[in-house]
């Protein structure tokens, strides 16, 4: 059969592995250059048909009848590490077993993170070994797939600018933070013992221009949202052939991206290896207040301490340890802690992870003690990350006792996480340009895009899919809660008023059914002290009486 006419249907089934994101808001590289691939192939575009999981679960037995008549069915999927997510549920095991028993006609595939963990999987014609673009390539116009594997920059390259028109195929265009990919693989010589980037074999690293050509592609589409996130360590990134660190690259790729889209609403990164940071402090240093110049405000680095137990860190092969990590804190805190907008320009977060070998009762000891000194010391840590780890191919993880994880997170959540979050999003604190992603009971739920941004609970029903800006008026342990800005308070609902601390449902009413059109009026209706002196820290006068 020629190429030509090879019917092919791509199936995001979306990602998440410690250097790249693909569940929306986010559209990982790895689609995108599938998707150019099989354009660079000679499959017409008008052959290839592209849809999400969570659009193919709302017709699952029509689109299931669909693929009988498709010549090739391609699956990129895999979480590799555990995640909460808002905008999209990633296929599951049992999905994509599903679709490989029940489907018959195309050759199928399965591709992405998954193929580093699973050897085989019931029911697929082939699992493509970790590059799948590259290997579908390699079979659709018979190269040798080592020979593509020795130019892999290249060619991917290439793949993304032709698959960057994916995007407007996603249904959260053009409200997508598109992942930027520098390189592939970790650049360690002995790695975590849990991690998946210990599997990869295929390792790569993009020249700046690459990159920069690949925004202006995406920009020209109507993509300004963009997330350097698909790295295990961006500072490594910035290296020569002997890891030593080198601005100078970090200065070419971020001004260049700056150029390359004027229009660019979100620049932001996601990991840095607080070892590589404190082990080259003068040349890291330079790196971050060039990050910190050219980015764009809430930006957050993942720290991947995972234990702060020296006896977990010896037997997992962890780089950083706890001084290492406190230091790579400061740093940040000293160089991306100032405001723009009201937000703090570059933040680090903490990952711990749990079950690891060597884990014991102390250890959630020592993560405690570790927080409580950060927040102690009066530094910032844009969130902190709690969870369990997830089983990659031989790794013996630990029962973890639930008991005593859920009594050390709420330790965690009540000591440290809720005043962390008011000393980073303070009462008043406006933001700007929250993107509304989920209504549920009488809140709607949104965040900003970017890397890990804050969950924002609204009361009411907004505008799913729309943006608005809001102001701070509440903390919880991982969200917090907000209004709505400018504010016209006899614009308020009911519920809106009663999530106002200190007013509650009854006073709400009252303010709801009188619509004071004054501070003054307002202040008579609620006669209670407390109330009105917490109205005037959130509102001025202007705001009230609007």
């Known amino acids: 059969m020629s190429r030509k006419k090879i019917k092919t249907f791509l199936l995001d089934g979306y990602l998440d592995e410690p250097s790249a994101l693909g569940v929306p808001p986010y559209i990982s590289p790895h689609i995108r250059y599938m998707y150019g691939a099989l354009l660079d192939a000679e499959i017409p575009e008008d052959y290839i048909n592209y849809k999400t999981i969570d659009n193919f679960r709302n017709e699952w037995n029509k689109n ?153 592609r995406l920009g020209k589409l109507g993509n300004h949202n963009f997330r350097i996130g698909c790295q295990t360590d961006i500072l490594s990134y910035a290296s020569d052939e002997n890891q030593r660190l080198k601005p100078d690259i970090m200065e070419t790729l971020y001004s260049g991206i700056r150029k390359a889209d004027p229009k660019l609403k979100v620049l932001h990164l996601d990991n840095i290896n607080p070892a590589t940071l404190v082990n080259h402090e003068k040349a890291g240093r330079k790196i971050i207040k060039i990050i910190t110049k050219y980015n764009t405000e809430g930006d957050t680095a993942a720290f991947g301490l995972e234990s702060a137990d020296p006896e977990v860190i010896k037997k997992n092969n962890i780089e950083a340890d706890p001084d290492i990590a406190f230091t790579a804190v400061k740093i940040l805190n000293e160089i991306g802690g100032k405001r723009v907008n009201g937000m703090p320009k570059l933040l680090p977060g903490i990952n711990f992870l749990h079950g690891l070998i060597g884990e ?71 933001l700007e340009n929250v993107l509304i992603e989920k209504i549920k009971g009488k ?52 519920e809106q008023l009663a999530f106002i601390p200190e007013i509650g449902k009854k006073r709400a009413t009252k303010i709801f059914l009188k619509k004071p059109s004054s501070l003054k009026e307002t202040f008579n209706l609620i006669e209670n002290q407390k109330s009105i002196k917490l109205l005037k820290k959130l509102f001025n006068t202007e705001d009230l009486d609007q």
């Not at 991917?156 to 520098?182: D, M």
């Not at 800006?469 to 919880?476: N, Q």
């Open 360 to 430: 014991r009762k102390k250890t959630y000891d020592y993560n405690y003690n570790f927080l409580k000194k950060v927040y102690e010391k009066r530094l910032m840590l844009r969130r902190i990350n709690i969870r369990q780890v997830v089983q990659i191919d031989n790794y013996p993880v630990q029962k973890v006792d639930k008991t005593r994880f859920e009594s050390y997170k709420k330790k965690v959540n009540d000591n440290i996480n809720k005043p962390m979050l008011k000393r980073v999003f303070p009462t008043n604190t406006i």
């Open 64 to 216: 299931i009848d669909k693929l009988e008549s498709y010549d090739l069915f391609i699956i990129i999927a895999g979480t590799t590490v555990p995640g909460h997510y808002l905008g999209g549920r990633p296929i599951s095991l049992a999905e994509i077993k599903k679709l490989g028993s029940t489907v018959f006609y195309p050759t199928k595939v399965l591709g992405g993170p998954i193929t580093l963990v699973k050897n085989k999987i019931e029911g697929f014609d082939f699992l493509t070994r970790e590059t799948a673009a590259l290997d579908i390539y390699s079979r659709l116009k018979k190269i040798d797939l080592n020979k593509l594997r020795r130019t892999a920059a290249k060619h991917i390259s290439r793949w993304s600018l032709l698959g960057a028109q994916l995007t407007k195929l996603h249904p959260f265009y053009p409200n997508l933070v598109c992942e930027l990919e520098t390189f592939r693989g970790c650049p360690r010589q002995k790695h975590c013992a849990f991690c998946s980037e210990r599997l990869k074999k295929v390792h790569y690293k993009r020249k700046p221009q690459q990159i920069i050509k690949e925004v202006k």
């Open 443 to 494: 809140l709607s739920y949104g965040r900003q895009l970017g890397t890990y941004p804050i969950l924002v609970a609204i009361p009411g029903h907004l505008k799913k899919g729309s943006f608005y800006d809001v102001k701070v008026i509440d903390h919880g342990y991982r969200s917090i809660t907000a209004l709505p800005w400018p504010i016209k308070i006899n614009e308020l609902s009911i």
